[in-house]
Every structure is written in structure tokens, then in C-alpha cells.
């Protein structure tokens, strides 16, 4: 059983010196929860996520791991705890599929270590949990775009962390694929992992019966769960465009509430 | 193949021994020919060690900076070691100095160089892009020494002095005695075995700061530590050799297309496969002609036609 462990920040404001994009940013992640965070493009998501890793400076408060401010932990102890799942990537070198999920063992080897039998045992075992295995041996700048995410969520589950910050995961994803990564992020959940997520799409956070953060305008402007969070005057504010929500209480299959915008 | 060569080498010269007088006196010192042990010891062995260490160094430091600046194209002196290491020899060379000066003159210039670019680039390159400031700052401190080495050239007595220094810039190892790779051999090895057991991690760096970073990476220290262990290696060859360019930039693309990108093979490879250059290209340099032909310009000559052709079947194998 996984010890529960919290990720959270205090008064944060993020961005660049003399840039700030995100001000007055309060957030709790517990080991367990699911938060989806919303917000048109451009609206500071990868700031925000890329403050969390300890990448980018806070330019004030503090975002604390365990109580411990980001900052102060150990590159490699952070990493045995969180993973990130960037959004654009590119490898200047051919490595092969094999290798790139090997490094995400590098936070649980030793300093000059090199991974060995048993990462490869982990990270065969995050290729088939991902149905990616036929993709082991290929050079990962030859997939596609959907290929190369599936490949780098495998990463991040090599790395078995207790937190995982994915930055808009079902980009670049095929219908099918978006929905095994829904499906495999509820199950990370179910196995004790804290997740917070970028999406584009309202309707991950139900299918995630998720916690919301809605980000406009430089802030935090609504916490809480998704059913009551997301509403049509909401989204209609946020992304400017009309949208229906309604429930599909009498399927019992998918009981959620569902988005349809109006075209 | 490195064995050899080695062979091959140590009979090739202006002094022709065959090998099988080689072996014999390899296995069992005796000799048939007085002569032997005096050419083999003192004159070819010292240039053939020179040879394969000189070249292998220069790859190891061309495939880490490679990965560490997450771009094929960047050579060892990206950050000015060469261009230092040129400046200290010119001035020591105008100086008057002896050989021994002259080479510790360019092997701290080399070094000073990089740091300078390490300082440059940590005042100014605060907020911005590390590697992107990194790269500039190594090319302000590059023209800033090359400007300093046209200036000696210019000031430097163009009857004794001048011809020393364009030769020195040349590139070359006939001066290379055992003293200097005494001498040169442990700083080399201090600087390679962290680089052999960084290997992993720089495959990591392939994918940018920030995700490395949240693989578990230190990146600022992996970079100073790869920076300094590569430029110490790089200066103690070029102080003994001279400006020699082309085999970092070629020989880790060569090595990627034998081993694939894994450093931790990868940087093995390429020592082997640059020493083994090196050698060739020094015996064809010191044989093919009966004036020696300058390693520095033999290494462009054949370096850039060959470069050409790794790019063409790469670009078919799309490694």
C-alpha cells in the first residue's frame, strides 16, 4: 500500500520575471485524486505544471511536496515521486522505444548506474500494460505523433512514481487511444496514484469523475468536482463558444454527464 | 583491427621494418637488426600511442558534447578550447618558450577559454535558454582568441617565429616523445572514466533540461561536470598535437551508425574508432610523401569527403 503523500501549492504566483502568468494559485493533490485542469490554450497550464516539477522558478510562494518546498528536494528523490508527461517532444538521436522507457528507471538507479535486468523487466511490463509492446524495438523518432505519447506515458510509468503531472496526454491520440489513457488514468487512481492533467476536453474530467481547476485570466477561478463545476455558463466564459450538458443517467454503462457543442 | 593497425603502423616509415622482424622481436627481444628496438621504442611507438590517444580523445569529447548540446553537428571546440589552446601556443611560441611551455601555455589557454565561456554564459544567459547561451558564448570566446592568434601571427617575427605558429596550428604529432604522454595519459584517463560512467545519464539529456530534470536528472551539474572532464581531455591532446579538427565532429557520427546512440556504447566506440583514424591518417601523413604532410590539413582533406558519405547512408538508415 502506498504511503499517501500530498502535493500542494501556497500562494503561488508562476511564470518569468517580469511575466507572470499565474497569480494567487492555490492547490492540493492527494495520493488517490484525479485533478483535471482546464483553461484555453495559452492559459498557463504548462507553467503551472512546469513550477510543480521545480523546472521553473515560483516567483512567490511555495509548492511543497510532503511539506518539503519543491526546491529543496533531490532531483532524483523528486523523481522516484513524480513523473511528468511533457507535451511536445523531439530526439535529436534514434534511440530505440526500449530505451527511451528505460529512462524512466534513471531516478531508481545509482549515480553512475545504467539500467539492468530488472528495468527491463519494468519497462516490457509498462509497454504491455500499454499495448505497445510491437513497438519495443523501433526507433522512436520514426512513430507518430500518437505512438511517441503512448511511449512517453510509458516512461512515466516506468518511473513508478506517486504523482504523475500529464500535460494534455490525449493530444495527438486517435479516438480509441484517448479513451485507453482515460481509462488507464482511473486506474492509476485505483491504484493509489495521485494525477493531475491538462485536457482540452471537458469530457475527460467526467469520464474521470475528476476534481476541476479551471484556469482564466491568470488565476484560479473555480475548484471542485466536475459535475457541479463545469456548467454551460462556465465553459461559455472560458472558451467561448456554446455547449449543451446533459446527463446519460439512464445508460447504465456510461453514467456521466456528457458536453455537446452547439454548432 | 586496432591491433592491427598498431602492427602496421610500427613497421611503416622512412625506416621500413618487416613484420615478421616486428614479431620476432615482439615475442622474444631478440633482434636480427641493432636498429630496431631504437626506432621502434623512440620513434614510432611514442607517435603511434600519441596517435590513438589523440584521436580517440577528440571523438569521446566530440560524441559527449554531441549529446550534451542535444545536436550532431557541435564539435569539440564549441566552446573554444581549440581557439584558446592556439592563442597560448602562438603567444608562447612569440614568447620564446620551450616545447614543455609552449604546450602548458596552450593547454591553459584551451582551458581558460571554456571556462570564460562557462562564466560568459552563466552572467548573461540567466533566464534565457542555457544550451542556446552555452553555444553563443563559446563562439564570442572562440573569435575572441582567434583574433588574438591573427594578432600574434601578425606581431610574431614572420622569419622564426610565424612559420612555428602556423605549423603548431596545423596540427601535427611528430613531436610527440613518451615524457609527454606520461604526462598527458592520466589527465586523459581522470577525464574519460567520468564521462564512461555519465554515459546513461547523458542518454537522458537527449530529451531537453526539463524532462530530463523530471526523469531525476542534475542537469546544471551533469553539464559542468561533462563540460570540464571533456575540455581537460580535449586541451592535454591538443597542447601535444596541435589543432586537429574534423575527427570529433565525423567519428561520433561513424560510431552512432556501428553502436546506435547509447552513450554507454557509444563513447567506447568512438574512442576505439577515432584512435584507429587517427593512426591511418598519421601514417599516411608521416609516409605517403617524403615531406611530411601536416596532420591537420591530411584530416580536412580526407575528413570532409568522408563526412559527406556517413551523411548520405545515414540519411538512408535515418539513425
Not at chain 1, 116 to 126: F, L, V
Not at chain 2, 11 to 29: A, E, N, Q
Not at chain 2, 191 to 206: A, R
Request: charged share 15%.
Amino acid at each position: 500500500m502506498v504511503k499517501a503523500m500530498k502535493l500542494e501549492i501556497k500562494n503561488g504566483a508562476f511564470g518569468y520575471p517580469g511575466k507572470p502568468i499565474l497569480n494567487d494559485v492555490n492547490l492540493e493533490l492527494n495520493t488517490g485524486e484525479i485533478v483535471c485542469v482546464l483553461g484555453k490554450n495559452g492559459a498557463g497550464k504548462t507553467t503551472l505544471f512546469k513550477s510543480m516539477l521545480g523546472v521553473l522558478k515560483p516567483l512567490s510562494g511555495s509548492i511543497l511536496l510532503n511539506g518539503r518546498p519543491v526546491e529543496h528536494w533531490d532531483r532524483t528523490q523528486f523523481a522516484r515521486l513524480v513523473g511528468y508527461i511533457p507535451q511536445a517532444r523531439s530526439l535529436p538521436f534514434p534511440f530505440t522505444v526500449m530505451d527511451v522507457v528505460l529512462f524512466g528507471r534513471t531516478a531508481h538507479l545509482s549515480v553512475f548506474g545504467s539500467p539492468g535486468k530488472k528495468d527491463r523487466i519494468i519497462a516490457e511490463e509498462c509497454l504491455e500494460l500499454l499495448n505497445i509492446s510491437d513497438l519495443k524495438n523501433r526507433n522512436f523518432t520514426q512513430l507518430s505523433g500518437g505512438e511517441q505519447q503512448l511511449v512517453i506515458i510509458a516512461r512515466a510509468l516506468a518511473q513508478q512514481p506517486s504523482f504523475l503531472i500529464m500535460d494534455e496526454p490525449t493530444s495527438s491520440l486517435d479516438f480509441g487511444n484517448q479513451i485507453k489513457i482515460i481509462r488507464q488514468v482511473n486506474a492509476l487512481k485505483n491504484n493509489s496514484l495521485g494525477i493531475i492533467m491538462a485536457t482540452h476536453s471537458p469530457d475527460h474530467a467526467f469520464m474521470c469523475n475528476a476534481d476541476v481547476v479551471i484556469i482564466h485570466e491568470g488565476k484560479i477561478w473555480k475548484t471542485g468536482h466536475s459535475d457541479t463545476i463545469i456548467t454551460e455558463e462556465i465553459l461559455k466564459k472560458v472558451y467561448g463558444v456554446d455547449v449543451k450538458i446533459r446527463s446519460l443517467g439512464n445508460e447504465t454503462e456510461c453514467n456521466r454527464l456528457v458536453c455537446v457543442p452547439t454548432v | 583491427m586496432l591491433i592491427v593497425s598498431v602492427l602496421f603502423s610500427a613497421c611503416l616509415g622512412r625506416y621500413p621494418l618487416s613484420v615478421s622482424d616486428l614479431l620476432t622481436y615482439l615475442l622474444t627481444g631478440r633482434s636480427v637488426d641493432t636498429s630496431l628496438p631504437t626506432v621502434l621504442l623512440n620513434v614510432r611507438l611514442p607517435r603511434i600511442i600519441g596517435a590513438l590517444i589523440a584521436g580517440g580523445v577528440l571523438a569521446i569529447a566530440g560524441t559527449a558534447y554531441q549529446g550534451l548540446f542535444r545536436n550532431p553537428m557541435v564539435s569539440p571546440d564549441i566552446l573554444g578550447v581549440s581557439s584558446g589552446a592556439g592563442f597560448g601556443a602562438s603567444l608562447a611560441i612569440t614568447l620564446s618558450f620551450s616545447l614543455i611551455g609552449i604546450q602548458l601555455t596552450a593547454f591553459f589557454f584551451g582551458l581558460i577559454a571554456v571556462f570564460l565561456a562557462l562564466f560568459v554564459s552563466r552572467i548573461i544567459g540567466k533566464h534565457h535558454d542555457k544550451i542556446l547561451m552555452l553555444v553563443l558564448s563559446g563562439m564570442v570566446t572562440g573569435a575572441i582568441f582567434n583574433a588574438l592568434i591573427s594578432l600574434m601571427k601578425y606581431i610574431a617575427d614572420s622569419d622564426s617565429k610565424l612559420p612555428d605558429i602556423t605549423f603548431w596550428l596545423m596540427g601535427s604529432l611528430a613531436n610527440i616523445s613518451f615524457d609527454q604522454i606520461k604526462v598527458v595519459l592520466p589527465l586523459v584517463i581522470m577525464g574519460t572514466i567520468p564521462m564512461f560512467l555519465l554515459g546513461w545519464k547523458l542518454n537522458v539529456l537527449s530529451f531537453g533540461d526539463e524532462e530530463a530534470k523530471a526523469l531525476g536528472v542534475n542537469t546544471g551539474r551533469l553539464r559542468v561536470i561533462i563540460i570540464c572532464c571533456a575540455s581537460l581531455i580535449t586541451a592535454s591532446v591538443v597542447c601535444i598535437s596541435g589543432l586537429i579538427g574534423w575527427v570529433g565532429l565525423i567519428i561520433p557520427h561513424f560510431a552512432r551508425f556501428l553502436v546506435g546512440p547509447n552513450h554507454k556504447f557509444l563513447l567506447p566506440a568512438a574512442f576505439l574508432s577515432g584512435s584507429i583514424f587517427m593512426l591511418l591518417v598519421d601514417d599516411v601523413a608521416r609516409s605517403a610523401t617524403s615531406l611530411e604532410i601536416p596532420l591537420g590539413i591530411l584530416i580536412s582533406l580526407i575528413g570532409a569527403p568522408l563526412f559527406l558519405i556517413f551523411l548520405s547512408k545515414s540519411t538512408k538508415k535515418s539513425w
